[in-house]
């Protein structure tokens, strides 16, 4: 029967890191005289935490773009302009106007 126990709350993470990180950071936990488990666990929270935080406030951005297009489409429906012109016996194609080479704007608009 073994001695040591194992907690069923907790699993080994196991990550590359670069040198210099890992050296810095060893360094650190040396001179203030704590773990690296503590470290990486409290840095891990905080970061969750404040991920959190932030999709939290984004949802809240979200609903309330949501309700405001909401609120826009039921207060004001869009309009629809049908006007109906009754039908003519005499159709003809819109007249398309055309410049002339001979055409003076200064006598045209003289002529106003």
Do not use: A
Request: aromatic residues 8%; contains cysteine; glycine residues 0%.
């Amino acid at each position: 029967m073994s001695l040591s126990t194992t907690n069923t709350n907790s699993s080994s993470i196991t990550f590359y890191c670069p040198n210099n990180l890992k050296t810095n950071f060893d360094d650190l936990v040396k001179f203030k005289r704590i773990s690296r488990t503590s470290i990486i666990n409290l840095l891990m929270e905080k970061w969750i935490r404040s991920e959190y935080e932030m999709m939290k406030k984004d949802d809240q951005i979200q609903s309330l773009i949501r309700d405001v297009k909401v609120r826009h489409h039921i207060n004001k429906p869009i309009k629809v302009n049908r006007t109906e012109q009754p039908p003519s016996d005499h159709w003809e194609p819109p007249m398309v106007p055309t410049l002339d080479d001979d055409y003076d704007w200064e006598e045209r608009l003289g002529k106003l």
